[in-house]
């Protein structure tokens, strides 16, 4: 199984900040990593999937990128409405796997 | 509107049985991998099992051997029978929809995602 380590685990940020989540894969998996952003009592929702891609409708200020093992989830200026839990996949291989997951506090 | 709405979650005694199901709408259900992937209360994702449009079936390994899988692509459902639970199956299940580009280096990622449903398993 690959192996998904996020970082931070938990982070507090300023509205308007920069924030940036990393995301490292215990092999190589491409450009195969996805992002998720979920809400407490709520579903995951995609935000950015291979790699870079933005879902419709994610907001412009998230960006993804990286390639092989590590990977970056950046927030360009942080949003009240942000404030939630961020998680990257791989879908390399079976089983997908997920990593622990960053929660973003507004301060 | 793509559409998964789970159902079937509930209190279930360890070693006791629950199906749990997924109704999809608003896409062409059988021409995509469904997947079920649950997160433990407070806790993070963990996939669980996938059939693909074929058929083929996938299951992690902490539910091999007691989860099944299926469908029903006149009925546009998902299914997940869960026998022999345990305690560490509580969990929130979600029904989640794999889209995939490219043949030969294919990219996937789960989108949409039901709402979920809880299920719980005590004496």
């Given at each position: 199984d690959i192996q998904m380590t996020q970082s931070p685990s938990s982070l507090f940020a300023s509205a308007g900040d920069k924030v940036t989540i990393t995301c490292r894969a215990?092999?190589?998996?491409?450009?195969c990593l996805n992002w998720y952003q979920q809400k407490p009592g709520k579903a995951p929702n995609l935000?950015?999937?291979?790699?870079?891609i933005l879902q419709s409708?994610?907001?412009?200020r998230f960006s993804g990128n990286g390639s092989g093992t590590d990977f970056n989830l950046t927030i360009s200026s942080l949003h009240p409405e942000d404030s939630a839990t961020y998680f990257c996949q791989q879908?390399?291989?079976?089983?997908?796997t997920f990593g622990q997951g960053t929660k973003v506090e507004i301060k | 509107e793509v559409h998964l709405v789970e159902s079937g979650g509930g209190l279930v005694k360890p070693g006791g049985s629950l199906r749990l199901s997924c109704a999809a709408s608003g896409?062409?259900?059988?021409?995509f991998t469904m997947n079920w992937v649950r997160q433990a209360p407070g806790k993070g994702l963990e996939w669980v099992s996938s059939i693909t449009s074929s058929g083929s079936i996938n299951y992690g390994d902490s539910v091999k051997g007691r989860f099944t899988i299926s469908r029903d692509n006149t009925k546009n459902s998902l299914y997940l029978q869960m026998d022999?639970?345990?305690?560490?199956?509580t969990a929130v299940y979600y029904c989640v929809r794999e889209l995939v580009f490219g043949v030969l280096q294919p990219l996937n990622w789960f989108d949409p995602w039901g709402q979920g449903t809880l299920v719980t398993v005590s004496s």
């Open positions: 215990g092999q190589t998996i491409s450009r935000l950015i999937y291979a790699a870079s409708g994610t907001p412009s879908s390399y291989s079976i089983p997908r | 896409f062409r259900f059988s021409s022999s639970l345990r305690a560490e199956d």
